[in-house]
C-alpha cells in the first residue's frame, strides 16, 4: 500500500496517520487506493514530519489542502 511513506514515522505517528486519513477516507468516500486517497496519505506524512501532533489539526489541514466536499450517498 503506501508503506513508503510510513517508513518514516514513528508508532505514535504511524497511528495518527493512519487513523486521521482513514476517517477522512471514510467522510468523503474516498478508497484509501485511489489517487486521492494517496494524495491524502501524502499531505498527512508530510504534516506529522514537519511537527502536527493533533489529530484535529492534521484532519482540518487535510480538509483545507485536499478542497473535498463531503457527499452524502443517496439510497
Not at 478508497?31 to 496519505?41: D, Y
Request: hydrophobic share 40%; aromatic share 6%.
Amino acid at each position: 500500500m503506501y508503506t513508503q511513506y510510513l517508513l518514516t514515522l514513528d508508532d505514535d505517528s504511524i497511528d495518527l496517520v493512519t487513523n486521521v486519513v482513514r476517517d477522512w477516507c471514510k467522510v468523503h468516500h474516498v478508497p484509501l487506493e485511489c489517487e486521492l486517497g494517496g494524495e491524502a496519505m501524502r499531505f498527512a506524512v508530510g504534516r506529522v514530519l514537519a511537527g502536527e501532533k493533533s489529530p484535529i489539526a492534521l484532519t482540518e489541514a487535510m480538509k483545507t489542502h485536499l478542497g473535498i466536499q463531503n457527499f452524502k450517498l443517496s439510497g
